[in-house]
């Protein structure tokens, strides 16, 4: 039988530098990479203009909501058309005094004294819509020698009511 010698040597391991220096820098890259800068929120540049100084609250405008009403019959047509609490009639010459109403409440002819003039057209659910239509052309203008002349560019709509069921 043969025996070997166990006394050999023991060898010293050791690690080699090079290659976990490249997997140090591709992971650093890596993260580099995948990294993601978020803006603080809120945090707007907007250089904002110099403004001039408020006026005076006397000098501010005091205009009145708008508010226009159509009430429907049982078959739909117009009923009565109510500019505020104050009754305006039926037919077509209840549009061409609401026009003249709305006309003189923004400042006569020409351009309108303010843009934010806003008008709510509140219409009952039954009402036909050619009496809608002509509340809204009566609220925003009319044509003067043939020309559009704008009253009010701003309309809202009052959220449509179903009347009680009876």
Do not use: W
């Amino acid at each position: 039988m043969k025996f070997r010698n166990i006394t050999t040597r023991a060898t010293k391991i050791e690690a080699q530098m090079a290659p976990m220096i490249d997997v140090v820098f591709l992971l650093l890259i890596f993260f580099l990479l995948t990294l993601r800068i978020v803006e603080q929120e809120g945090d707007f540049s907007i250089n904002m203009p110099i403004g001039a100084p408020a006026p005076a609250q006397s000098d501010e405008l005091n205009l009145p909501d708008i508010k226009v009403r159509l009430i429907a019959q049982s078959d739909g047509s117009l009923g009565q058309l109510l500019l505020g609490e104050r009754k305006l009639g039926i037919g077509p010459a209840a549009f061409e005094r609401l026009n003249r109403e709305i006309r003189g409440i923004v400042g006569g002819s020409g351009e309108p004294i303010t843009k934010d003039i806003e008008v709510e057209i509140d219409a009952d659910y039954h009402l036909n819509y050619e009496h809608f239509i002509r509340a809204i052309s009566a609220c925003t203008g009319s044509l003067q020698n043939g020309k559009l002349v704008r009253y009010v560019e701003k309309i809202k709509y009052a959220p449509p009511r179903r009347p009680p069921e009876g």
